[in-house]
């Protein structure tokens, strides 16, 4: 500090004898050399006047000069300051992204932990760093999604909640901010029966392998999840099955799917829940990649574009979602709420709908070819007359319609039901013609 006040002094001295020089040449000699030997020849009045004039020049043009000297002291300042801001900022930034790596580190860390507890600390903290941290938004996304993927529930049938690490991971999921993403949610094989996605924008994200199901003669399905729906399978959690295999373990975490990679992020696998620890790349549990979430609720969230082949939705609530252009082929949809949904073009081939509610849904442009729909209700929503099940242009060729009420759908035609398959209790509008009733005429 003192050396910096010596340095001040100094220059404020050099300035100052520096002006007075300028001064005493600009007033008393600079006349005198401007007039020059023409003083001789000159009265003391002219002579006096040709100095007094030299000195009033002389003095515009050092205030021109000083006036210069200063706006360029002015413009230097500016540009000083700008770069100190420039260096101040980018020394917070790192001072932040240091601060961010550490949370991370530190978050990551707890997802290793063997209770779940901690680890759902750990989630908390990744998605407090996600809202605080644009930039660190996607590689939060890829962890949580990674963390849900390689982690498996089919546990007891009493078992009515998540366990609280991938509880916090859904809701970190559900409650991102919403920013622009490079890509869609991979949550390829997630099993999260009675998960929460109320409001979650999912658009586009992955549940299962796009066209990883392909259709085999008479409706079946190489996943098997319909399958085991129609054929009375073991139901841990209400129509439908749900993989038996399937165990909760932590430890899975680090256990990945071919091609994907997390023991790096995750660390070492812990042991918890009945599991034993699993080098990464290996699994007790033979790999599921269609993902389970029955009894999970979908209420208002956007699933538009999804891949949901083969996916367990039984008893899962979509009340007012947005499905559009979901592919939801294979997909076993028993005893789910469809109330007022909107899946316009939505791909439902092979899917099972047995006793589900699609009262107000939107289904134009559907494709719900050799569909089960015994025991699915259509029509009017209760408490909102004006919604009513929309099936214009959808293809009903070979859906299972036995006994089904479609009196109060809107949008069926003669042709769209030509070809479906429909008992002597199956209830068309009216002016539609029943095909087993015509043809038996």
Known sequence: MRSRWLRTITLLIVLGVGMVGVAWFTMVVLPGWVVGTDADHMTATARQSAKSAVQDNSIKLLGGLGTLLVAGF??????????????????????????????????????????????????????????????????????????????????????????????????????????????????????????????????????????????????????????????????????????????????????????????????????????????????????????????????????????????????????????????????????ADLVGANATDAHFVNAQFADADLRGTTLRGAQLRRARLRGARFGTVPDAPDSVTDLTGANLDEAVLEGVDLRDVRGLTDAAIRTAIVDGNTKLPAGVRHPRLNAAE
């Open 74 to 335: 002015g413009i230097d300042r500016l540009f000083l300051d700008r770069d100190k801001q420039r260096i101040e900022q980018d020394k917070q930034r790192l001072d932040n992204d240091k601060h961010m790596t550490g949370q991370f580190n530190d978050a990551t860390t707890h997802l290793a932990a063997t209770e779940p507890n901690e680890r759902a600390n750990g989630v908390r903290t990744l998605f407090r760093l996600m809202v605080a941290s644009p930039t660190d938004h996607m590689l939060v996304v890829a962890a949580l999604c990674d963390m849900l993927r390689h982690c498996a529930i089919a546990g007891p049938p009493d078992r009515r909640r998540l366990p609280a690490d991938l509880t916090a991971a859904v809701t970190a999921l559900r409650d991102r901010p919403q920013r622009p993403e490079s890509q869609p949610l991979d949550l390829i094989g997630v099993q999260l029966p009675g998960s929460d996605w109320r409001g979650a924008q999912l658009r586009g994200a992955h549940f299962a392998e796009p066209g990883r199901i392909s259709e085999l003669p008479g409706g079946k399905s190489a996943g098997g999840g319909v399958a085991a729906g129609l054929s009375g399978g073991n139901s841990v959690y209400g129509v439908g099955a749900v993989p038996s295999t399937g165990v909760y373990s932590p430890h899975r975490i680090g256990a990945a799917r071919p091609g994907v990679g997390t023991a790096g992020l995750m660390g070492t696998n812990p042991v918890g829940d009945g599991g034993t620890a699993t080098s990464a790349g290996t699994s007790p549990v033979e790999e599921n990649n269609v993902a389970t979430l029955s009894g999970a609720d979908f209420t208002g969230a956007d699933l538009s574009e999804t891949h949901c082949t083969g996916v367990d939705f039984t008893r899962a609530v979509f009340r007012d979602a947005n499905l559009s252009g979901a592919d939801l082929a294979d997909a076993n949809l028993g005893a």
